[in-house]
């Protein structure tokens, strides 16, 4: 979940349910699915928050705090 909101400005909370969703699906290959709910991502999104590592813009509008991104490089 950290990879799909590090690096960009702003990510809507299903665009990461998509991406956690496909990313699942490759590392279980074919020995079956399981399906990630928006509940689940709702939760984890708002433990990153409480962590202050993604600050929420708006209702489902989410973005990585300089914490979860890691220091910048010159």
Do not use: N
Request: hydrophobic share 30%; proline share 3%; glycine share 12%.
């Amino acid at each position: 979940m950290r990879e799909a909101l590090r690096g960009k400005e702003q990510v809507r909370a299903y665009a990461v349910k998509e991406f956690v969703q496909r990313r699942v699906s490759a590392l279980q290959g074919s020995r079956g699915s399981v399906a990630i709910t928006g509940t689940q991502v709702d939760s984890a999104l708002g433990r990153l928050k409480r962590q202050g590592e993604v600050e929420s813009l708006g209702y489902g509008l989410y973005r990585a705090t300089d914490s979860l991104r890691g220091p910048s490089r010159p």
